[in-house]
C-alpha cells in the first residue's frame, strides 16, 4: 500500500512540474497584449445594452465611446471640445442656432457615408415617447423637443432639429445652453445607423439584435467584434474611421468583472492592463509604497446624505444644521476611506477651469449644540428615534457608522442604522421611506447645472423632497441666459441657499483609483472618468513616443 | 422499471407548477421594480418600459400570459441583459456551468474514491489519517475561501495558471475545476471511506478472500461495488447541488455560468430571468433525483422488487 502511496505522489509531482513547465514560457493576456496592440480593460459589471438609448451606466458608456462618436468629442485631460463627425460649427448671435458641418469621410463600419439625416433620424427616435429613452430629457434644450417627447406634440417638424442637407445639420435651441457642445458629445446624442435599426425591430424598438456582433454598425473608431455576456466584450479598430490613423490599438476587451477584488486580482496575473477600481482595503498599500501602476484622481462626483425635510424633526432647519456641523468630514476620507477622497462642503464638486462653490457648509460643534437646543432638543434629550438609510456596502456602513458616533458623541444623539439590498433601497427612497439616506450623484457633463438641478421642487433625483422657490428661480434664470459669468452668479447664490437649508449633507468628493500597466501609454484620467481611446498604445519601453 | 418512472415524472408535475406559482408572485412581492436605478427615471419612460415588458396589465393576466409562453417555451425577454432573451442566456450559461460541473465531479470522483478507498484499507493509520484531516478541512473551507486562495497561490505567486475567465486563455479552466470539486472530493472520500469499510468487513469479502482472489479483484470488483451505493445516492442531489451552486466559484473566477445570472438576476429583479433559471433549475433537480434513483433501483435487487411492487 505505501507503494500506491508513492505512486500517487510521483504523478501528483509530475503533473506539478509539467504545470509549471507550461507556465514558463506562458505569455500573460498582458504580455500578449502589448505585441498585438490589445488592450485589456476590466469594465466593472456587465453592459446591459450598447444601444446609445436605452442604458444609463459607466461601464456602457466606456464602450460606447468606443463604438459610436457624437458630432464632437472631448480631449481625454482636459475635456476640452475637439471636431467629431462635425468638423465645424456656427453659433448664431443670440446663441440659440447651430449650425453643424458634417467631415465628408465620416463613415459608418460598413462604409456608409454618416450623414446629417442620422443624426436628425437619431435624434427623432431618442425622443420618440414609446421608445423609453432614459435620457430623453437631455434632449429638452432643443425646441419643442420636451412637448414630442411628452407626446404633446406630433409633429417632428416643428422640433428644432434639421437637416439641412446630407452633410449641414442645424439645431434650434429652447433657451441659452452655454454647455451644448458638451453635451453632444453624451452617449445619448450619438447616432445610430438607421438601416440597421430597422432591419431589426424598427425605430421604436429598444433592445432589438442590431446590438450584437455581426449585425452591428457604429461610427467609433472601434466596431463590435464579440460579446460573452458576463464574461468579456470585445471590439477591434474600425477600418472606415475618419481619424483611424490616431487609433493604434487593434483591439480593447471589456471584462464584465464581478468586483474590485478579481479585477485587482486579474492584474496581478497579467491579465489587465487597466482596472476600473481597486478594493477600497487595497488602496492605502498602493499609495504607500508608491507602485507605479496605482492611479488616484478625484471625480466630478458628491457622496452626500439626503435629509428627508417632510419627516420631523428634520423639518426644522435647525435640526438639519446641527446634524451637518457636527460631522467632521476630514475623518470620513482621512481615516475611514483613505482613497483619495476630498471632504465636500458643499454640493458641486469644485471644478479647477471653472465653477468652483464659495458657500460653505461650517464644521462647528458649540454651534450644532446650541442648534439642536434652540430646535428644542438641549444634549440631545428627546431626539425622536431616527435612522441612516445605506444600502449594503462595507464603505457605506463604515462612514454610517463613524457619523452615528461623531453625533453621539458631539450633540448626544442616538441614531439606529438601517441597511438594505440596493433594490429595497431604491424603493425606499423612491417613496420617501426613510429619514436619512447615503446618496450619491455624478455629473454628465462639466457644468455645476447637472448638479443644481437635482434640487429643483419635484426633480426626479430630489431625495430630500424638499423645494425652495428661490432656487427653482435661480436654476431656471441660470437656463435662460448664455452670459457665463451671470449663470455662475445663479448657480452660486443656488449653492448658498442649499448649504443654508441643509436639505443635504455633502461628505465628500468622490475620487477613483485604478492599477494601470506601465505598458499603458497615452492614456488620460479626468475628472468624469470618460475613456478616450484616440492615441492610446501599448509599449514595454519606459519613455511614451 | 418504466411504471416507475412515469409514476416519478406524473409526481413533478404538480412540484414544479407550485414551483412556478410561488416563485412568480414571490419575485413581485418583493421591495424594488426591475427598472429602479439610483438615477430615477420619469414616469413617462417608466410606463412605456412598463408596457414592453407587460408589467402594466394586471397581475392575474401576466401570470396567464406568462405560463401561456412557458407552454410554449418562451421563458421570455431579460430585463437586465436588453437584447437577450432568457432562453438564449440559458442555453449560453447552461453549458458553461455544465461543463465545469462535469470537470468538478470528475476531480471529486477520481479524488475522493482513491483516498477514500486507501484510507479504508489503511484504516487508523497515517495512511487514513492524513486524508480524512484534510477532506474534513475540504468540507469545512468554503468556496468563496478556498478559490481566492489558490488563485492566490498558482495565479499570482507562481503565476502558472491565471486567475479568471472561462476558455479565454490556456489553462484557465483548471483553478474553478479544481476549486469546485475539492469539496465534493472530501465528501466522497469520507463517504467512501465508511462504506468501504463497512463492505470490507462483511461475510461475502471474507469468502473472496478464502477463494484466493487476488486483493485487487476483492477491491475493485467486489467491495467497491458495494461501498459505491452510498456515493451514488450522494452524487444525485450534489449533481444537481453543483449545477445550481456554482455561482460563488462562478463569481471569484468570472465564469459566465447560469449560476451567476441566477443571484445576479434576484439582485436586479429580473423577474423573467429569475422564474426562468428557477424552473429550468427546478426541472433539473428533480431529473437528477430520478436518474439516481433508478440507478440505484437498478444496482440494489432489493430495491428493484421494491419498484417493481409499487407497479
Given at each position: 500500500?505505501?507503494?500506491?502511496?508513492?505512486?500517487?505522489?510521483?504523478?501528483?509531482?509530475?503533473?506539478?512540474?509539467?504545470?509549471?513547465?507550461?507556465?514558463?514560457?506562458?505569455?500573460?493576456?498582458?504580455?500578449?497584449?502589448?505585441?498585438?496592440?490589445?488592450?485589456?480593460?476590466?469594465?466593472?459589471?456587465?453592459?446591459?445594452?450598447?444601444?446609445?438609448?436605452?442604458?444609463?451606466?459607466?461601464?456602457?458608456?466606456?464602450?460606447?465611446?468606443?463604438?459610436?462618436?457624437?458630432?464632437?468629442?472631448?480631449?481625454?485631460?482636459?475635456?476640452?471640445?475637439?471636431?467629431?463627425?462635425?468638423?465645424?460649427?456656427?453659433?448664431?448671435?443670440?446663441?440659440?442656432?447651430?449650425?453643424?458641418?458634417?467631415?465628408?469621410?465620416?463613415?459608418?463600419?460598413?462604409?456608409?457615408?454618416?450623414?446629417?439625416?442620422?443624426?436628425?433620424?437619431?435624434?427623432?427616435?431618442?425622443?420618440?415617447?414609446?421608445?423609453?429613452?432614459?435620457?430623453?430629457?437631455?434632449?429638452?434644450?432643443?425646441?419643442?423637443?420636451?412637448?414630442?417627447?411628452?407626446?404633446?406634440?406630433?409633429?417632428?417638424?416643428?422640433?428644432?432639429?434639421?437637416?439641412?442637407?446630407?452633410?449641414?445639420?442645424?439645431?434650434?435651441?429652447?433657451?441659452?445652453?452655454?454647455?451644448?457642445?458638451?453635451?453632444?458629445?453624451?452617449?445619448?446624442?450619438?447616432?445610430?445607423?438607421?438601416?440597421?435599426?430597422?432591419?431589426?425591430?424598427?425605430?421604436?424598438?429598444?433592445?432589438?439584435?442590431?446590438?450584437?456582433?455581426?449585425?452591428?454598425?457604429?461610427?467609433?473608431?472601434?466596431?463590435?467584434?464579440?460579446?460573452?455576456?458576463?464574461?468579456?466584450?470585445?471590439?477591434?479598430?474600425?477600418?472606415?474611421?475618419?481619424?483611424?490613423?490616431?487609433?493604434?490599438?487593434?483591439?480593447?476587451?471589456?471584462?464584465?468583472?464581478?468586483?474590485?477584488?478579481?479585477?485587482?486580482?486579474?492584474?496581478?496575473?497579467?491579465?489587465?492592463?487597466?482596472?476600473?477600481?481597486?478594493?477600497?482595503?487595497?488602496?492605502?498599500?498602493?499609495?504607500?509604497?508608491?507602485?507605479?501602476?496605482?492611479?488616484?484622481?478625484?471625480?466630478?462626483?458628491?457622496?452626500?446624505?439626503?435629509?428627508?425635510?417632510?419627516?420631523?424633526?428634520?423639518?426644522?432647519?435647525?435640526?438639519?444644521?446641527?446634524?451637518?456641523?457636527?460631522?467632521?468630514?476630514?475623518?470620513?476620507?482621512?481615516?475611514?476611506?483613505?482613497?483619495?477622497?476630498?471632504?465636500?462642503?458643499?454640493?458641486?464638486?469644485?471644478?479647477?477651469?471653472?465653477?468652483?462653490?464659495?458657500?460653505?457648509?461650517?464644521?462647528?460643534?458649540?454651534?450644532?449644540?446650541?442648534?439642536?437646543?434652540?430646535?428644542?432638543?438641549?444634549?440631545?434629550?428627546?431626539?425622536?428615534?431616527?435612522?441612516?438609510?445605506?444600502?449594503?456596502?462595507?464603505?457605506?456602513?463604515?462612514?454610517?457608522?463613524?457619523?452615528?458616533?461623531?453625533?453621539?458623541?458631539?450633540?448626544?444623539?442616538?441614531?439606529?442604522?438601517?441597511?438594505?439590498?440596493?433594490?429595497?433601497?431604491?424603493?425606499?427612497?423612491?417613496?420617501?421611506?426613510?429619514?436619512?439616506?447615503?446618496?450619491?450623484?455624478?455629473?454628465?457633463?462639466?457644468?455645476?447645472?447637472?448638479?443644481?438641478?437635482?434640487?429643483?421642487?419635484?426633480?426626479?433625483?430630489?431625495?430630500s423632497q424638499w423645494s425652495n422657490t428661490r432656487y427653482d428661480e435661480l436654476i431656471r434664470l441660470a437656463s435662460q441666459t448664455g452670459?457665463?459669468?451671470?449663470?455662475?452668479?445663479?448657480?452660486?447664490?443656488?449653492?448658498?441657499?442649499?448649504?443654508?437649508?441643509?436639505?443635504?449633507?455633502?461628505?465628500?468628493?468622490?475620487?477613483?483609483?485604478?492599477?494601470?500597466?506601465?505598458?499603458?501609454?497615452?492614456?488620460?484620467?479626468?475628472?468624469?472618468?470618460d475613456y478616450f481611446y484616440r492615441g492610446v498604445y501599448l509599449s514595454a519601453d519606459d519613455e511614451e513616443q | 422499471m418504466l411504471g416507475?418512472?412515469?409514476?416519478?415524472?406524473?409526481?413533478?408535475?404538480?412540484?414544479?407548477?407550485?414551483?412556478?406559482?410561488?416563485?412568480?408572485?414571490?419575485?413581485?412581492?418583493?421591495?424594488?421594480?426591475?427598472?429602479?436605478?439610483?438615477?430615477?427615471?420619469?414616469?413617462?419612460?417608466?410606463?412605456?418600459?412598463?408596457?414592453?415588458?407587460?408589467?402594466?396589465?394586471?397581475?392575474?393576466?401576466?401570470?396567464?400570459?406568462?405560463?401561456?409562453?412557458?407552454?410554449?417555451?418562451?421563458?421570455?425577454?431579460?430585463?437586465?441583459?436588453?437584447?437577450?432573451?432568457?432562453?438564449?442566456?440559458?442555453?449560453?450559461?447552461?453549458?458553461?456551468?455544465?461543463?465545469?460541473?462535469?470537470?468538478?465531479?470528475?476531480?471529486?470522483?477520481?479524488?475522493?474514491?482513491?483516498?477514500?478507498?486507501?484510507?479504508?484499507?489503511?484504516?487508523?493509520?497515517?495512511?487514513?489519517?492524513?486524508?480524512?484531516?484534510?477532506?474534513?478541512?475540504?468540507?469545512?473551507?468554503?468556496?468563496?475561501?478556498?478559490?481566492?486562495?489558490?488563485?492566490?497561490?498558482?495565479?499570482?505567486?507562481?503565476?502558472?495558471?491565471?486567475?479568471?475567465?472561462?476558455?479565454l486563455t490556456p489553462g484557465d479552466k483548471i483553478l474553478p475545476a479544481l476549486t469546485l470539486g475539492s469539496t465534493y472530493a472530501a465528501?466522497?472520500?469520507?463517504?467512501?471511506?465508511?462504506?468501504?469499510?463497512?463492505?470490507?468487513?462483511?461475510?461475502?469479502?471474507?469468502?473472496?478472500?478464502?477463494?484466493?482472489?487476488?486483493?485487487?479483484?476483492?477491491?475493485?470488483?467486489?467491495?467497491?461495488?458495494?461501498?459505491?451505493?452510498?456515493?451514488?445516492?450522494?452524487?444525485?442531489?450534489?449533481?444537481?447541488?453543483?449545477?445550481?451552486?456554482?455561482?460563488?466559484?462562478?463569481?471569484?473566477?468570472?465564469?459566465?455560468?447560469?449560476?451567476?445570472?441566477?443571484?445576479?438576476?434576484?439582485?436586479?429583479?429580473?423577474?423573467?430571468?429569475?422564474?426562468?433559471?428557477?424552473?429550468?433549475?427546478?426541472?433539473?433537480?428533480?431529473?437528477?433525483?430520478?436518474?439516481?434513483?433508478?440507478?440505484?433501483?437498478?444496482?440494489?435487487?432489493?430495491?428493484?422488487?421494491?419498484?417493481?411492487?409499487?407497479?
Amino acid at each position: 500500500m505505501m507503494k500506491i502511496s508513492l505512486r500517487i505522489v510521483t504523478v501528483i509531482l509530475a503533473a506539478i512540474f509539467m504545470l509549471q513547465a507550461c507556465s514558463s514560457d506562458r505569455k500573460t493576456p498582458v504580455e500578449l497584449g502589448i505585441e498585438q496592440q490589445i488592450l485589456h480593460i476590466g469594465n466593472l459589471g456587465e453592459t446591459s445594452d450598447i444601444d446609445p438609448h436605452g442604458n444609463t451606466g459607466q461601464p456602457e458608456s466606456q464602450i460606447q465611446r468606443a463604438l459610436f462618436e457624437g458630432l464632437v468629442s472631448r480631449k481625454a485631460d482636459t475635456l476640452e471640445t475637439i471636431p467629431g463627425v462635425a468638423e465645424s460649427w456656427e453659433i448664431s448671435e443670440d446663441g440659440l442656432t447651430y449650425t453643424f458641418y458634417l467631415r465628408k469621410n465620416a463613415r459608418w463600419s460598413n462604409g456608409d457615408p454618416v450623414t446629417a439625416h442620422d443624426f436628425a433620424w437619431t435624434w427623432k427616435r431618442a425622443i420618440t415617447p414609446k421608445l423609453g429613452n432614459h435620457y430623453g430629457y437631455t434632449f429638452y434644450v432643443f425646441k419643442n423637443a420636451e412637448a414630442y417627447h411628452k407626446g404633446e406634440l406630433t409633429d417632428f417638424d416643428q422640433v428644432g432639429i434639421k437637416a439641412l442637407d446630407d452633410y449641414t445639420l442645424q439645431v434650434e435651441l429652447a433657451g441659452p445652453v452655454p454647455y451644448l457642445l458638451e453635451l453632444l458629445s453624451f452617449k445619448t446624442m450619438y447616432p445610430v445607423h438607421p438601416p440597421t435599426v430597422q432591419k431589426f425591430g424598427g425605430a421604436e424598438q429598444l433592445s432589438t439584435p442590431w446590438t450584437r456582433p455581426g449585425n452591428f454598425v457604429g461610427n467609433g473608431p472601434f466596431v463590435l467584434k464579440d460579446w460573452v455576456v458576463n464574461q468579456a466584450l470585445s471590439v477591434r479598430k474600425n477600418d472606415y474611421y475618419w481619424a483611424k490613423d490616431e487609433i493604434k490599438l487593434n483591439e480593447i476587451h471589456f471584462y464584465a468583472t464581478s468586483s474590485e477584488t478579481t479585477e485587482e486580482r486579474m492584474f496581478r496575473a497579467g491579465q489587465l492592463h487597466i482596472t476600473y477600481e481597486i478594493p477600497s482595503e487595497k488602496k492605502e498599500s498602493y499609495r504607500k509604497q508608491n507602485h507605479p501602476a496605482f492611479h488616484s484622481f478625484p471625480l466630478y462626483a458628491t457622496y452626500y446624505y439626503a435629509l428627508n425635510v417632510k419627516k420631523p424633526p428634520l423639518d426644522d432647519v435647525r435640526v438639519r444644521k446641527a446634524l451637518a456641523y457636527a460631522i467632521d468630514r476630514r475623518l470620513i476620507t482621512d481615516r475611514v476611506l483613505k482613497g483619495g477622497q476630498i471632504p465636500a462642503y458643499a454640493f458641486t464638486p469644485p471644478n479647477k477651469t471653472g465653477y468652483v462653490p464659495e458657500a460653505k457648509m461650517p464644521e462647528d460643534v458649540a454651534l450644532a449644540r446650541q442648534l439642536l437646543a434652540e430646535a428644542g432638543y438641549p444634549d440631545g434629550k428627546g431626539f425622536p428615534r431616527v435612522s441612516i438609510l445605506y444600502n449594503t456596502l462595507d464603505q457605506h456602513k463604515a462612514i454610517a457608522e463613524v457619523i452615528q458616533q461623531m453625533w453621539k458623541q458631539n450633540l448626544g444623539i442616538d441614531v439606529e442604522l438601517r441597511n438594505e439590498d440596493w433594490k429595497v433601497w431604491l424603493a425606499n427612497i423612491k417613496i420617501g421611506n426613510f429619514e436619512i439616506s447615503r446618496s450619491g450623484w455624478g455629473g454628465d457633463y462639466v457644468d455645476p447645472n447637472t448638479f443644481l438641478d437635482v434640487h429643483v421642487t419635484d426633480g426626479g433625483q430630489n431625495k430630500s423632497q424638499w423645494s425652495n422657490t428661490r432656487y427653482d428661480e435661480l436654476i431656471r434664470l441660470a437656463s435662460q441666459t448664455g452670459d457665463q459669468e451671470q449663470r455662475y452668479a445663479f448657480f452660486q447664490e443656488a449653492e448658498a441657499i442649499l448649504v443654508e437649508e441643509v436639505p443635504i449633507i455633502p461628505l465628500y468628493t468622490y475620487s477613483r483609483s485604478r492599477l494601470i500597466h506601465p505598458s499603458v501609454k497615452g492614456w488620460h484620467n479626468n475628472i468624469l472618468d470618460d475613456y478616450f481611446y484616440r492615441g492610446v498604445y501599448l509599449s514595454a519601453d519606459d519613455e511614451e513616443q | 422499471m418504466l411504471g416507475y418512472i412515469f409514476r416519478r415524472v406524473l409526481q413533478a408535475i404538480p412540484v414544479i407548477l407550485v414551483v412556478i406559482t410561488a416563485t412568480f408572485f414571490m419575485v413581485r412581492a418583493a421591495p424594488g421594480g426591475p427598472f429602479d436605478a439610483e438615477r430615477q427615471v420619469s414616469q413617462d419612460v417608466l410606463q412605456s418600459l412598463n408596457a414592453r415588458y407587460n408589467l402594466d396589465a394586471p397581475l392575474w393576466k401576466q401570470y396567464v400570459d406568462y405560463l401561456g409562453n412557458l407552454l410554449q417555451g418562451d421563458f421570455g425577454p431579460s430585463f437586465r441583459f436588453a437584447n437577450r432573451t432568457v432562453n438564449e442566456i440559458i442555453a449560453a450559461g447552461f453549458p458553461v456551468t455544465l461543463e465545469l460541473s462535469l470537470y468538478a465531479i470528475l476531480i471529486a470522483l477520481v479524488i475522493g474514491l482513491t483516498t477514500g478507498i486507501i484510507a479504508s484499507l489503511r484504516a487508523n493509520s497515517w495512511q487514513d489519517y492524513v486524508p480524512m484531516s484534510i477532506s474534513m478541512a475540504g468540507i469545512c473551507l468554503p468556496n468563496m475561501v478556498l478559490g481566492p486562495l489558490l488563485v492566490l497561490c498558482f495565479g499570482i505567486w507562481l503565476g502558472w495558471l491565471p486567475v479568471s475567465g472561462w476558455g479565454l486563455t490556456p489553462g484557465d479552466k483548471i483553478l474553478p475545476a479544481l476549486t469546485l470539486g475539492s469539496t465534493y472530493a472530501a465528501y466522497i472520500a469520507r463517504i467512501s471511506r465508511g462504506s468501504m469499510l463497512e463492505v470490507l468487513s462483511q461475510d461475502y469479502i471474507r469468502t473472496a478472500k478464502a477463494k484466493g482472489l487476488s486483493s485487487a479483484r476483492i477491491v475493485f470488483v467486489h467491495a467497491l461495488r458495494g461501498a459505491l451505493n452510498p456515493v451514488i445516492s450522494f452524487m444525485g442531489p450534489a449533481i444537481a447541488g453543483l449545477l445550481a451552486g456554482s455561482f460563488v466559484v462562478e463569481t471569484v473566477f468570472q465564469i459566465p455560468g447560469l449560476g451567476r445570472f441566477y443571484v445576479e438576476a434576484a439582485f436586479n429583479r429580473d423577474y423573467t430571468m429569475i422564474l426562468g433559471c428557477t424552473i429550468f433549475f427546478a426541472v433539473l433537480i428533480i431529473l437528477c433525483n430520478l436518474i439516481a434513483d433508478v440507478i440505484l433501483v437498478w444496482l440494489n435487487p432489493r430495491l428493484r422488487t421494491q419498484a417493481r411492487l409499487g407497479d
